[in-house]
């Protein structure tokens, strides 16, 4: 992967050689760090970079850093701003993802939240698949369990925590497979190791609710109410038993970094055909048709990086605010 150009840092765009960090710096140390990922699409048609509901990405992002007791001087829109002028510096004509974070910037030894000093950067990247396979994804159920909300919040995206994603989605990639799923200490489906989990069976969606300590994730919510009001299908999100997803017709996950990925085996079981479903083909369809703007009643989620005027203003939530409310 290529490095970026440049890095918003602290309250200013700097190149990315000049964005740097002590060893002894607490967030790295201690994992007291939160992060975001938020995607841009390329439309080549109109020529224009459209990033992806940055506000609400933002809005998340924020609230993760309050759960590590951070105060940021940025507002959601300022953040997405802030961004827009990253890409511009970058000159980025392609897809990317956008990866925010904060940190805990002192660098002293000893673990703890308080009276520390949080720190914020910005990057962007050019990117394209998360997972190779996205179309025939072969998964295993991991013998790692998902980090409980009493344990570390699950629903933030905690820089530490992902050490168990980590841990799993290792374990499987070396065991041959392209993920890994991982079930909560309950035993029940909570998520794969960096994205959301859907199941179609007998012609109803079902995803594990928040509950199941899964992220919070921008795209689960989307992606809801794509299947609500445009497919016109009934979503539950109840706790959902690892037997269940063998006996689905459909499989999939969900996230910004893999986007619609469709599981068509796990543990050297077929799902349904073995190939991927008809819900999961439509709705990949839809989305990434939405994201890079094709989309009439979904465009205001898309923000123009090269023709955005001098600022973000907080999202219309419109076709997405029921989902968004869950």
Same mark, same amino acid.
């Given at each position: 992967?290529?490095?970026p150009g440049y890095a918003f840092l602290d309250g200013k765009i700097v190149p990315y050689a000049e964005a740097k960090v =002590?060893?002894?710096?607490?967030? &790295?140390?201690y994992g007291t760090a939160v992060f975001g990922g938020i995607r841009a699409y390329w439309n080549d048609d109109e020529g224009e970079l459209f990033v992806f509901r940055p506000v609400d990405h933002f809005r998340r992002f924020l609230q993760s850093a309050g759960l590590l007791r951070m105060e940021l001087p940025y507002t959601a829109e300022a953040l997405a701003t802030c961004t827009l002028e990253l890409l511009r510096s970058?000159? &980025?004509?392609?897809? #990317?993802y956008i990866r925010p974070l904060a940190f805990y910037g002192d660098e002293i030894i000893g673990v703890r939240l308080h009276n520390l000093t949080p720190r914020l950067a910005i990057t962007s990247v050019p990117f394209g698949l998360y997972v190779e396979n996205d179309e *025939?994804?072969? #998964?295993?159920?991991?013998?790692?369990?998902?980090?409980?909300? *009493?344990? @570390?919040?699950?629903?933030?995206? @905690?820089?530490?925590?992902?050490?168990?994603?980590?841990?799993?989605?290792?374990?499987?990639?070396?065991? =041959? /497979?392209?993920?890994?799923?991982?079930?909560?200490q309950d035993g029940h489906v909570s998520e794969g190791s960096a994205e959301n989990i859907f199941l179609v069976r007998?012609?109803?969606?079902?995803?594990?609710? @928040?509950?199941?300590n899964i992220l919070e994730g921008i795209t689960r919510r989307t992606i809801i109410n794509l299947l609500k009001d445009e497919l016109?299908?009934? +979503?539950?999100?109840?706790? +959902?038993? !690892?037997?269940?997803? /063998? &006996?689905?017709?459909e499989v999939f996950f969900t996230g910004t970094g893999v986007q619609v990925i469709a599981v068509t085996r796990i543990d050297h079981r077929p799902i349904g055909t073995g190939k991927m479903g008809n819900v999961v083909?439509?709705?990949?369809?839809?989305? /990434? *048709?939405?994201? !890079?703007?094709?989309?009439?009643?979904? !465009?205001?989620? #898309?923000?123009? +990086?090269y023709n955005s005027g001098t600022g973000v203003k907080s999202e219309n939530t419109g076709t997405f605010a029921r989902s968004s409310r869950k």
């Open positions: 992967m290529n490095l =002590g060893v002894l710096t607490h967030g &790295l140390n970058e000159g &980025l004509k392609t897809d #990317c *025939n994804a072969h #998964c295993t159920i991991s013998s790692w369990r998902r980090v409980d909300d *009493n344990m @570390i919040p699950a629903r933030g995206k @905690i820089a530490g925590a992902y050490v168990n994603s980590a841990l799993a989605k290792s374990d499987a990639q070396l065991s =041959g /497979f392209d993920e890994a799923i991982v079930l909560s007998n012609g109803v969606a079902v995803t594990p609710p @928040i509950s199941e016109g299908m009934e +979503v539950q999100e109840r706790s +959902v038993d !690892r037997t269940e997803l /063998f &006996l689905a017709d083909r439509q709705i990949r369809e839809l989305y /990434f *048709n939405i994201v !890079r703007g094709r989309v009439v009643r979904y !465009r205001p989620h #898309c923000v123009p +990086v």
